[in-house]
């Protein structure tokens, strides 16, 4: 399938992640290849505590949030738009309002953000994890408490095998088993048996796939380690009897701030608790005895894969080459789709604003998985394709991506569907509407799937027009195109545009 052209990389990358707890952001120069951290910051943000219960981001929440991405807008001021890339988290995909919340970000940070599904934060956050510990052979268990969610993965070297989001974080079970800061012995047995029964349901699969060594990643578990080393309970490492040392010591004072624990910082206190319940949740189900900490996380994980995609080591295109492998897309098909679609963007791309590179990123993948539904069924297969592309998890996209696509899938046939693409963001209609009627001109004219080449095709765009131009009597001589077409020109009425065909 094309790719899309290199991209050249630029010295200096940046990632920021707005979990649910803290925002995080890394600034990186690149030096023969190897990423150098040049700077990082964290501020404790509190988006998750901030949602009320219609799980709508608060003033207050709101007001904290761009206050910090402030200064942060400032950081990467003058780092390349190629070279930033930031997600938001759990928070995010709760939070009713987080349209609202996005659109004010970026117009402070001056970028777009992205929403990733647990999955991919796994996957991120594994990546972080492998690329800052020794490189070598054996299989990890990672372990990331993050404020809303909690992710869990196993891999090797730098592959993730196994990638899980639990739904429990230190800010959650905090509203939930310690409310008023009371650390007593039964809040601790609800908490910890909360933990344990989020953990069955994977504990199965990641025993069979088995681990060698324990490593935990982030903020909660950072504090804990400390909490263990200052208190004499470990030299660095989390042990299962350093938890429990904890817990006793916490639920003899009653509260954190009487138990007097050295190495914990005030700002952690509160949600100190809850990481400790979930941790030793983790440790007790799966049989865990010791951990090992990692310094790198999501944000490094973010930067990595920036800098795989920007190097054309995409872990997007493996993504749309599995999902075409295990539904069985006719790749000589998509072939011919994908190569037709991309020279029609090269022809409007200027006119009809589509010439950053996620359009034609867009628009390549829209193509290769347009047929993807045909393995559920002929019938309406462009809703199948669509449901498949949201709702699956493919590495390396983001929430927003992944609903571009399927709309692109879901409209590349039959009526153009104008009320999924008036549900996508604002800003997105417009793009995504253009880039559907490209997919589906290209679609209809290898309506017969075959390997003759189509002849040379001029396309024209206006702001409401699309005008596509054969060489004299072609279509004449081929007279099912022209009636595909002349449907065509129905459907694209109904979405607002002309198609002129001559």
Same mark, same amino acid.
């Given at each position: 399938?094309?790719?899309? /052209?290199?991209?050249?990389?630029?010295e200096?990358l940046?990632?920021?992640?707005?979990?649910?707890?803290?925002?995080?952001?890394?600034?990186?120069r690149?030096v023969?290849?190897?990423?150098? $951290?040049?700077e990082g910051?964290?501020?404790k943000v509190?988006?998750?505590?901030?949602?009320?219960?219609?799980?709508?981001? /608060?003033?207050?929440?709101?007001?904290?949030?761009?206050?910090?991405?402030?200064?942060?807008?400032?950081?990467?001021?003058? $780092?390349?738009?190629?070279?930033?890339?930031?997600?938001g988290?759990?928070?995010?995909?709760?939070?009713?309002?987080?349209r609202?919340?996005?659109?004010?970000?970026?117009?402070?940070?001056?970028?777009?953000?992205?929403?990733?599904?647990?999955?991919?934060?796994?996957?991120?956050?594994?990546?972080?994890?492998?690329h800052? !510990?020794?490189?070598?052979?054996?299989?990890?268990?990672?372990?990331?408490?993050?404020?809303?969610s909690?992710?869990?993965?196993?891999?090797?070297?730098?592959?993730?095998?196994?990638?899980e989001?639990?739904?429990?974080?230190?800010?959650?079970?905090?509203r939930?088993?310690?409310?008023?800061?009371?650390?007593?012995?039964?809040?601790?047995?609800?908490?910890?048996?909360?933990?344990?029964?989020?953990?069955?349901?994977?504990?199965?699969?990641?025993?069979? /796939?088995?681990?060698?060594?324990?490593?935990?990643?982030?903020?909660? $578990?950072?504090?804990?380690?400390?909490?263990?080393?200052?208190n004499?309970?470990?030299?660095?490492?989390? /042990?299962?009897?350093?938890?429990?040392?904890?817990?006793?010591?916490?639920?003899?004072?009653?509260?954190?701030?009487?138990?007097?624990?050295?190495?914990?910082?005030?700002?952690?206190?509160?949600?100190?608790?809850?990481?400790?319940?979930?941790?030793?949740?983790?440790?007790?189900? !799966?049989?865990?005895?010791?951990?090992?900490?990692?310094?790198g996380?999501?944000?490094?994980?973010?930067?990595?894969?920036?800098?795989?995609?920007?190097?054309?080591?995409?872990?997007?295109?493996r993504?749309?080459?599995?999902?075409?492998?295990?539904?069985?897309?006719?790749?000589?098909?998509?072939?011919?789709?994908?190569?037709?679609?991309?020279?029609?963007?090269?022809?409007?791309?200027?006119?009809?604003? !589509?010439?950053?590179?996620? #359009?034609?990123?867009?628009?390549?993948?829209?193509?290769?998985? #347009?047929?993807?539904?045909?393995?559920?069924? #002929?019938?309406?297969?462009?809703?199948?394709?669509?449901?498949?592309?949201?709702?699956?998890?493919?590495?390396?996209?983001?929430r927003?991506?992944?609903?571009?696509?399927?709309?692109?899938?879901?409209?590349h046939?039959?009526?153009?569907?104008?009320?999924v693409?008036?549900?996508?963001?604002?800003?997105d209609?417009?793009?995504?509407?253009?880039?559907?009627?490209?997919?589906?001109?290209?679609?209809?004219? #290898?309506?017969?799937?075959?390997?003759?080449?189509?002849?040379?095709?001029?396309?024209?765009?206006?702001?409401?027009?699309?005008t596509?131009?054969?060489?004299?009597?072609?279509?004449?001589?081929?007279?099912?195109?022209?009636?595909?077409?002349?449907?065509e020109?129905?459907?694209?009425?109904?979405?607002? $545009?002309?198609?002129v065909?001559?």
């Open positions: 399938m094309p790719r899309a /052209t290199r991209r050249s990389t630029p200096q940046a990632a920021i992640d707005l979990g649910s707890n803290s925002f995080h952001m890394v600034v990186a690149l023969q290849g190897e990423l150098q $951290v040049q910051l964290s501020e509190q988006l998750g505590a901030g949602l009320d219960e219609q799980n709508r981001i /608060t003033d207050d929440a709101r007001a904290r949030a761009l206050d910090c991405l402030g200064r942060f807008a400032q950081r990467i001021r003058g $780092v390349p738009p190629a070279g930033v890339r930031i997600v988290t759990n928070a995010l995909r709760m939070a009713r309002n987080a609202e919340f996005i659109r004010e970000a970026e117009a402070v940070l001056g970028h777009d953000i992205e929403i990733v599904a647990g999955r991919e934060e796994a996957r991120l956050i594994y990546l972080g994890v492998s800052s !510990l020794a490189d070598q052979p054996g299989r990890r268990l990672v372990v990331d408490i993050g404020g809303g909690t992710e869990l993965i196993i891999g090797e070297r730098f592959e993730a095998l196994e990638t989001s639990l739904h429990m974080g230190c800010v959650s079970f905090t939930r088993f310690f409310p008023e800061g009371q650390c007593t012995d039964k809040a601790f047995d609800k908490a910890i048996t909360a933990a344990r029964q989020e953990v069955l349901s994977l504990e199965a699969a990641y025993r069979r /796939t088995g681990w060698q060594q324990a490593v935990g990643a982030s903020g909660s $578990v950072k504090a804990i380690a400390q909490v263990c080393q200052d004499g309970w470990s030299e660095g490492e989390i /042990t299962l009897e350093g938890l429990h040392r904890a817990r006793r010591k916490l639920v003899k004072a009653g509260t954190v701030d009487g138990a007097g624990l050295k190495g914990l910082r005030e700002d952690r206190m509160p949600i100190f608790p809850a990481g400790l319940a979930i941790l030793t949740g983790i440790f007790e189900q !799966l049989g865990i005895t010791s951990m090992t900490l990692s310094s996380a999501l944000r490094e994980g973010v930067l990595y894969d920036l800098l795989g995609r920007l190097d054309h080591e995409d872990v997007r295109e993504s749309i080459g599995a999902l075409m492998s295990r539904y069985h897309v006719d790749a000589a098909q998509a072939q011919r789709v994908c190569d037709t679609a991309a020279g029609f963007l090269a022809q409007v791309a200027t006119p009809w604003g !589509l010439d950053a590179d996620e #359009h034609a990123d867009a628009l390549r993948w829209g193509a290769q998985l #347009h047929e993807v539904g045909l393995s559920v069924s #002929h019938s309406q297969f462009h809703k199948h394709g669509a449901y498949l592309i949201e709702n699956s998890d493919l590495a390396g996209f983001s927003q991506t992944q609903l571009v696509l399927a709309t692109l899938v879901r409209g046939r039959r009526k153009v569907p104008m009320a693409l008036e549900a996508l963001p604002q800003e209609q417009a793009s995504t509407l253009r880039l559907c009627l490209l997919l589906r001109l290209a679609a209809r004219l #290898h309506h017969a799937r075959s390997d003759a080449p189509l002849p040379e095709m001029a396309l024209h765009a206006d702001e409401g027009q699309l596509l131009a054969f060489p004299e009597g072609w279509l004449a001589d081929h007279p099912l195109t022209q009636a595909d077409l002349e449907q020109q129905e459907y694209f009425a109904g979405a607002g $545009v002309t198609l065909v001559r």
